[in-house]
């Protein structure tokens, strides 16, 4: 290690946000060890804990987000706490980096996130925090973290995940993913918390498992998305999986309400007392960024404009997409169209609701972001990055239910006892795509991005989450020509189709069979899913975890599929 100098440790070389800024600099005295010159910031005069651990996240070849969040005492409301952190070279913490303080500030509910500069790539740091108090410090755990390479060929692996609902279950998919050694990075594709109240949706598993939301109501205000953000790092295996590896996360829908768009959700309702959609907006993001390890979206750009590029060598360049909030278009829902309509009715709705849905004008991205992406691709392509990997929300590939009147016995039709599943098995004739929250709901700018991608001569890897069930999709553009392949990871707790369409045990491998783009699909259980990229191929491994409504737990590995790169292009997904 080169000889350590003031300036490398401290905030000239490190901005701080949420960290209040501080004039007292270390002294260095062995080129392994700081001490800090005498500090005279006042201590908190209460009990101050780090019980929602670390995390880090967003990394760059000489940058990344470290986060934690201090506990404040209750007898001292709206009181700054005097925090510092160190950062390391090894786990045993002798060989320091960076050391500075500054305050925990209650505007932004005491959280602290740090963008650590003047790193080195594709290097393993350890961090820790520590609280000054009137009866001692208070050191928070340890994290782990790692920047991105700056070039070069090293294989890249990352922990791919989504929908983790806390009254469903435990946590076994983080604590697999904290197990699991030398991960580049841990993608996190949305829905990382619900809003829903006791009395909601997971409500009764919650009670039985004693894992009620908190606060027990909807969340809608902004200490209400702060309680609830709370409440889930409090999790031991949600902070072993922060604490283990950088995240790279994007939000989904229920980081605000189910089924968002960027002016309003289905969930969100000004009529039943729950004010305007900006506001409730506006808490949710401001949460998110205060609770999360991601980097503020740069001045200039609206607050919920969370999509942003990381480079990982020449390996892959990962697009993290903003689907929700900014550009997509109003909600197209089958529940609204043709609910309740007499089933010789169906088909006419079913058409016009159709011809809503291809509107050239509809978008996902909104037209900034689709700008932005076509950039992205042309410009990773023209520094010859093997692979483009969107970190998307949801499905992108071509779904439509398999005709259940044909493929399920009269037997499996009479268990189906779920409303929702009633009325799936008539529509499933009409081989349309029966979720239009996915891609499928928005075909123009579905086509929008795949031409993009052919125009940059891009190897698509697309992964996805939000429908709580595994897929191996080969996506194909209207033209029918391969433009990648897609990688849907399962749920960390939330339950699948599967659970809902009873005793169809073959409903996976009826999906592949009604879908041309389909390879495999897993509509079972709870998992995540190991995503490896080198320069010649991508694989995905599918991990299952045996059951979240039981303290223990088994993990098995359900299956894998890979593509390699060919030429110019990628071959189509094959089991590996």
Known sequence: MGKLTRRGLLGASTSILGLAACQREAIIEAETRITVSPDDRPAYPGTANFIHGVASGDPLPDSVIIWTRVTPDAAFPDTPIPVSYGVFE?????????????????????????????????????????????????????????????????????????????????????RDIANTAELDAVIHLGDYLYEYGIDGYGGSVGQALDRNHEPPLEIITLDDYRTRHAQYKTDPDLQAAHAAAPWLCTWDDHESTNNSYRSGAENHNPEAGEGNWTDRKQAAVQAYLEWMPVRDPEVGKAREALYRRFDFGDVASVMCLETRLT????????????????????????????????????TMLGAAQESWLDAQLKDSTEKSKSWQVLANQIVMARVRPPNFNVTLTDEQKAAQDIGYIQQLIPFSQLGLPFNLDAWDGFPAARDRLYESAKAAGARLVTLTG??????????????????GVEFGCTSVTSPGLGIYIKEVPDLGDQFVSANPEVDFHDPFGSGWTLVTLTKDDVRADYRKVSDVTAETYTVSDVAAYTSQRDGAGQTPLAPA
């Not at 959280?111 to 080195?120: A, W």
């Not at 594709?122 to 009137?134: E, L």
């Not at 410090?137 to 806390?166: E, H, L, M, Q």
């Not at 939000?466 to 433009?483: F, I, M, P, S």
Request: proline content about 6%; glycine content about 6%.
């Open 90 to 174: 090894d786990e045993a913490m002798e060989r320091p980096v960076k050391y500075s303080q500054g305050f925990a500030m209650p505007d932004r509910d005491y959280t602290v996130k740090v963008n650590l500069t003047d790193l080195n790539p594709d290097t393993v740091y350890y961090f820790r925090f520590t609280a000054k108090t009137t009866s001692g410090d208070v050191d928070s755990p340890i994290g782990r973290t790692k920047t991105t390479a700056a070039s070069g060929d090293t294989p890249v692996k990352f922990a791919v995940i989504s929908c983790s609902n806390y009254p469903f279950g435990y946590f076994h998919v983080y």
């Open 327 to 362: 550009g997509r278009s109003d909600e197209i829902s089958w529940f609204t169209e043709i609910g309740g309509l007499e089933p010789a009715a169906v088909p006419l709705a079913a058409a016009g609701t159709m011809l809503k849905v291809q509107n050239e004008e509809r």
């Open 466 to 483: 939000d429908t709580h069930t595994a897929w191996a999709n080969t996506l194909v553009d209207k033209d029918n020509e391969q433009r």
